[in-house]
Each structure stands twice: as C-alpha cells, then as structure tokens.
C-alpha cells in the first residue's frame, strides 16, 4: 500500500484508524477503481483484505511457514518471532501458507445488464435528485470484474486453485481451475475478453464451471441474478447434487433497489428490450416492495439448497463481499 | 351566480393540462435504459389497480383545484350563498343634525349612530366603494381608514340641516360608481320636523333605522333677538322658550349676564337694556342644559351706540319736525348734527333724510344739491293723483297725492324701500335716504300715520347711524350672496377670513361678524331652525313610507343595521369559498401523495 498513487484523492467510506484506513477493501470502490487496472487494484484490495484478517479464526488449518514480515500494529502477538525480536532488536511477524486442495470456479455474468450503473439514471434519467448516486460509479459488470479478480488471487494465495467462468447468452469464457503461478493472470486476462449478450444463461455457465471442477469444489455465482429463478434453480440443483458448495453474490447497484429520481419515463431493459413506461413517485414504493420480495424468493431458494447467499452493492466497498465469500472458503475444509 | 371578471374562466382551460398527462402518461418520450424493469413492470401489475385509482383520483383532484381556483379568479357572487359580499357602492347617511345630539339613556344619541357607522366600514372589503354623508350634505369618500376617521371627528351640526340634499347626493354618489350593488344606509333620529322632505331614490337600496326609543322632554331658546338691532344705547331682547313648565333663562351681552328671569312657556320676554358696551356685540340667550344642549343657547347681536343728534329743518315740513321732538322725548335722538333731515333744495351734508321741495319752484335746486351731495338720483316730473305706497313695515296703508319720480342716475346703487306703482318713491343708500314726496298733509299721509314716528325713528337710528352693515340670520350651513358692504368674517374666536360671492353660514352656532376693511359692520348670527328642538320622532316604517326608494330596508335594532348593510344589497362574494375548497382540494392531493409509500409498501 505504501506505493499507493493518488491516495490523497481517495475518499474514505468513514473515518477510521489510520492503518484501517490505509486498506484497499475498505474503500470507496468506484475511487479506487479509478486508479489502476484490474490487476492492480485487485492486488490492492486483496493486500487490504490479507492485512485485515488477524482477528480471523484461522487457528486448526494446517499452514506451513512462508516468510517474515515486519510487525504491523494490530497484528497477533502469538506470531511475532521472539528469537529475532532478541537477536536484532527488529520484530516480525511469520506469515504462513495455508495448504488446500480445494477447487474453486468462479462464474462471473457479462450480460448488457451487468454493464449498467445507477449513474446512468441520473445522467439520462427524467429528473436528476440527491438521491441518485454520483455519475463516478461503477457498472456492475466494472464492480463485478474487480470483485472476481481480487476473489481469484486471495484463493490462489490459500494455494486452491481458482477457476473462471464468464457467461451472457452464452458461455464467454471457461478458464479451468489451477493454482499454480500465472493463473491468476489469466483470469485477468480473461476478463477483458467480450461479453454483453442480450440474455443470461446462467444454467449451461453452471454446468460448464461444474464439469470444469473434477471434485467437489466452490462454485461462486457473481451476477445480477435479472435471470429466471427456475432455470438457476434447476442448475443449482445439480450442482448441490455432485456436492460442490454454491455461494450466489447478487450484484445490485444501488439505484436498483432505490429506484431514485422523479418525473416519468418510459424503463426499457437492455437485454429483453421490455418498455414499462412509469411514474417513478408513483411506483417507486411498490418497486422497492418488488425488489424486496424478488430478493426474497432468490433468498429462500438458495436458503432451501444450501447455497450462500449475499446482495453486494456496488457502492459496497470490496472487502464487503470479499469477506462474504472467503467466509464462505473457511467453511470449507 | 356571475363572475365580476368572467374573461379569467378561460384560464379554465388549464384543466386540460392534468388531464392530458394523465391520458398521455403511456406516450411518455424519456426513455430510460433500466435492467430491472421487470422488477418495474411486475410491481405495476401488482398494484394497478390501486394505482389506476390513486391517479385517477389525482387527476380529478387537480382538476377539481383548477376549476376552484378559475372560479376564484373570475371573482364569482351569488346572492344567497358565499360569504362577505359583493362588490358594493355604499354612501352611510349619518344624522348628525342638532336634534342628534341628544342624549339617551347617558350617551348623546350620535356617538351610538357614529359606532354604527364604524361597524358597518368594518365590514367593508377593498372592492367596497364607500361615501360618508353626514345631514349638512357634505360628502366625503374614501377607504374604510380614512372614513373612520372623518366618523371619529364627526360632531353634531347646530341645525336641522338638509336631510333630503344629504339623501340625494348619497344615491348620486353610489349611482355614479358604476357598481352593480348600491345602498344608501341612514341612521337617524326621525325627526318629524327634519324630513318634512324627501327625494326620490329610484335605483339604490335604501337601509333605515330610526331608534326606537322615546326622546326626552325638551327645553329649549326658540327665539333671541336685539330689537332694534341697533341700539343708541337703549334697546331690548326678546326671548321664547320651548318647554312644558316655567324655565329660568339667562341673557348675555358681550359675555356678560345682564338679564335672568323666568318664563312661562312659549312666552315672549322682552328685556329692554342701555348697556354701556359700544360696537357690534353678540348676545345669547340661555337655558340651563337639559338633554339637548345644543338648543338651549341662542345666538343674537346688536349695535350700541349713542344716540345720534338730529337736526330737523323747517324745509322738511312741520310733521317731521314733530316726530323728531318725540323721538328726543324719547332718548332715542338728541339734538345735533350727526344726521340732518332736510328738503331736497337745503341739503348739504350727509347723512341725511331728503325729502322732495315744498315748492316745485325749488325743483331744480333741489337736484343741484343733490349733484352736490353725489347722490345718484334725481327728482323728476311732478305727479299728482291719488296712488297706494307698497313697501314693507311702516308703509301700509300709505298714499300719495302729490310725488316726483325719483330718476336714478347713471351708477345708482340705492335699495329701494317703498314704491308708488313701478316708480320708487322712497329709496335709501349710502348716508341718505330719499324720499319722492315732501312729508306734508297735502302731498301723502304718511306722515300723519302712526307708523311714521317708529319708521323715522329706525331710519335715523338705524339707517343713518354708524356703518351701513346690518344682521343677518341664518342657519347651520345655509348659503347666501355676500352682502355688499362686507368683505370678511370674523369667527367666534376671533380669527377673519375673506367671503367669496357666496357667503356660507358656518355649521357650529354662534355670533360671526361681518368686517370691511377691517373692521365690524355687521354680523351673522347662527342658529339651528327651531323647529329642530321638536324631538318628535317618525317610525323607522313612516319614515320609509316617506322615502320613495327603490327598495327599503328596515333594521329592527342597530346591530342588525350594521350586518344589513352590503348584505342586503349585494350579492355575496364566492372568492373566499373557492379559494378555500381549491385549498382543500390541494390539501387533499398532497395528504393523498403523502400517503402514498405507508399505503403501497
């Protein structure tokens, strides 16, 4: 983080303790975004994120010792080196290696709805208000992507190997899982590839990442979910059936739970190109109620299949998710 | 129901513009990229109905607050329904007359009629046209503050004043506003003898009320009078009271009380005096206050001065010679040559009573003289023959036989004071009095009259004596020419003032001198018609039956003459209702938008 450009521009979500503030996941993401390409940032995020987790329980994995590092403040005191710390008078801390098996995929959604912000309505929209978010902010696809690399390195880091499968109408991208070096890369790469179809098919993306784990392994569904509720259903079945662990990160922006502004305005959907024309004041309560039950019915079924389930907003700083899904991983064996 | 201002309902129009968004709603032209506008479209069904109705609702709402607030703006009036009322043109008539003045049950009766007519400016609204008439016919305009204020300083006027002027330039007032409600409000005492007369009002509404109570017994001075006007020094006061007993009085001269008494009533008293005081003087007679006070003082002025000697010359004849020795015998003249009374051929000083020559020989000096003295008249031919004398006091039963036409010259200004036929025969002016006839048996018998000695008697004392003002009663208000021989007035607290060609009595009683150059030559004297002390009252429904109005209203009590005025006339005003529904219905819209998230969530 010392490298960090720019940081005097970055806004901080709250004020906080100087070394939290200091943590790439914990900032404002469209900010952060803003300041390097995927990789980048994504490895800020993760350092962040890595930094961050001293109070996790990690204590019965089997580690192995990987390197020194110098003491942060915050960190455990268990694993500071005393011998050092009396030799040299300089204290560290040893970092260890966690050893796994586990086979993660990670099933990203690059439908045209995914590439769109809340920003847009207040750009275009019929009425601009302090409600709407800042024109700044990140597509879902943008949050997603950044979300999906910075997931990668922080499993591969855990030495499991890491997966990507990106999908629209159809499968766009199968990166099979790996963990070895240049990996992670690749899945960088492999999100710049094209996207954007006009539906999504996220049942044959299931599967296909399915195939792509020979054993029992995480699958992390990141997507908006603007999808039939049955089909994923039918997928998600399955993929409980050969016994991998689901974890479903629904993309939101915020301006899809809220639906701000004012005026009237005829909302057309970029993939199925539905026109509802609407009153926003008018609706605005009913759409939320909407939302709310939808949210509810993807929450109940995945609640019955066994599968985690997290709204990530997409002005939730990354660690958010971050540690949604690694909790996800530490249930894991 | 109609509109003051109908053009503003086509602002009615506006009410296309709700209800084309809400027929139009389905054609907006933003379009807007959303991915969850299924979301969008499955809340819409969930809740179509509730949202059919709420904009339906919504939109005949605003509509209806459109209608409401157009409606407000064309400014309706109803004539039974709304509140406050419509535009009204309203002249309040107050009664402010001496009778006014008096005092019932504690209060004078026109400080009651001045709340009335507060209450009734307090009613009035900026579209209100409003006039203020009081009984002397004055007429003042204005907004409700500055009408309040001339009621404030309203007082009651010392006569009767002229109720039925007062009457008719109120309905002009209201008739020349142009506005389609008039009423002419009165308050008054219903003075039988105040409305012996009244106009017609053929369109105004006219609103009465007349008090019901019963007036007090009244006391009061109907007459004073300085008799002659002109005393040399010795004079009298005549007085009559109005009362239903025996009343004590008091005469003041120059403010000094020279005279108390009794008197029976409707009694003439008659106080003979030689006060010392010298000059134009003003005198009262007074009663002691009763409920109306305004008529127990009376106004009178008079001239003292000495006596003026005389000199009577044989050419005058032997008749005019015997009535200035009774005058003498009288104190009335002394002996001297303050004024002469001469034939025409011995003149030659002023002032002077001329008489024609004895002799008709004389004739031509005698116009000689009197080109000498600047007289402007001339004797002209001789007449002879029985002819009747027409003049006033004094002259009744005269004839002539022997008489000279009087020929007035050219820039004659005489008054002339009896005639013979069409011809002047006894003509006065300034320092001179000239008479047509010599004052002997065989030419008239005036002098053999018995009013000779009483005529020459104020000729000399009168006439002759002293400036040539006289004075002159009036009343409160009257109009009159300005006489000749004045140029200014001299108020009761000294202060003078010049009169225009229309001399206009003042509404407060009192003495007024009349000044020229400066200084007194006469008075005015002020005082209310007695007829004004008669306290009897018409009904509020005689009184109706008198006035030939278009339509009259009786108000049963004062309170109820305060809310009649507008209402009656006027149709009410809707503004304020329409503003207020439009409020409600507004109100409502804004509840119901409100509402809107508790209800649908």
Known sequence: ??????????????????????????????????????????????????????????????VEFAEYRPYQPGDDLRYIDWKIAARSDRWVVRQYEEETNLRASIVLDVSRSMAWSGAQM??????????????????????????????????????????????????????????????????VASLEEPGAGRASSAADALHQSARLISRRGLIVLVSDLLMEIGEVETAMRGLRALGHDVTVLHIMDPAERELPGAGEAVFIDPESELS??????????????????????????FGALGIGYEIVSTDAPFGVPLRQAFAARQMLP | MSFLAPLYLLLGGAVAVPLLLHLLRRRIGARLEFPAARYLLRAEKENSRTLRIRNLLLMMLRIAALLAITVAAARPVARWLGAGHGPTALAIVVDNSLSSSVVVNGRP???????????????????DRLWLVTIDGHVRGGTPAVLRDEVNRLEAIAGAGDPATSLSRAASVVRASGLEAKQVALVTDGQRTEWQRTPSIADAQVLVYVPTTRPPANRAVTLAEARPTRWTP?????????????????????????????????????VHASPPERGWLAGTVELEPDELAGDNVRNFAVWIGPAPGVSGLPSAGPFVKSALDVLRSSERIVDGHDITVVGADELSSLPALITAPLDPVKLGAANRALERAAIPWRFGTRRAGDAAVRGGAGFDGVNTAVRYDLVAQTGAVAETLAVVGRDAWVVAGPRYVLVGSPLTADATNFPVRASFVPWLGSVLTERLVGEPGQVLEAEPGARMPRPRWADGLETVDGQRSAIGDVLEAPSRAGTYFMTRNGRRVGALVVNGSPAESQLEQFTASELSDRLHAARTLLAPDASAWSSMAFRGAARRSLL????????????IEAILIGARPRRMA
């Open chain 1, 122 to 187: 207040s750009a275009g929209g019929p009425a601009r208000t302090r409600e709407t978010t800042a024109v700044t902010q990140l597509t879902k696809l943008e949050y997603a992507e950044r979300l999906t690399a910075a997931l990668a390195l922080l499993l591969l880091r855990q030495r499991d190997a890491v997966g990507l499968v990106r999908f629209d109408e159809r499968v766009r991208t199968a990166v099979p899982p790996r963990a070895r070096n240049g990996q992670w890369r690749r899945i």
């Open chain 2, 109 to 127: 009766l026109l400080d009651q009629f001045k709340g009335m007519a507060k209450d009734v400016l307090s009613n009035a609204t900026p579209s």
């Open chain 2, 234 to 270: 010795r004079g009298s006061v005549a007085a009559r009271f109005l009362s239903h007993d025996s009343t004590t009085y008091r005469i003041t001269l120059n403010g000094r009380t020279f005279a108390r008494g009794t008197a029976a009533p409707n009694e003439e008293v008659v």
């Open chain 2, 576 to 587: 304020e209702p329409a503003l207020l529904i439009a409020l409600v219905l507004l109100a």
């Open chain 1, 276 to 301: 509802v024309p609407a009153s926003i004041a008018d609706v605005r309560a009913a759409y939320k109620k909407t939302v709310d039950e939808v949210i509810g019915e993807w929450r109940s079924m």
């Open chain 1, 1 to 62: 983080m010392q490298g960090l450009p720019g940081k005097a521009a970055i806004t901080f979500l709250a004020p906080m303790e100087s070394t939290r503030a200091m943590r790439a996941d914990l900032f404002d993401p469209a900010s952060l975004a803003a300041l390097g390409r995927i990789e980048i940032v994504s490895r800020w995020i993760v350092d962040g994120f890595m930094s961050g987790l001293h109070r996790s329980p990690r204590k019965g994995f089997s």
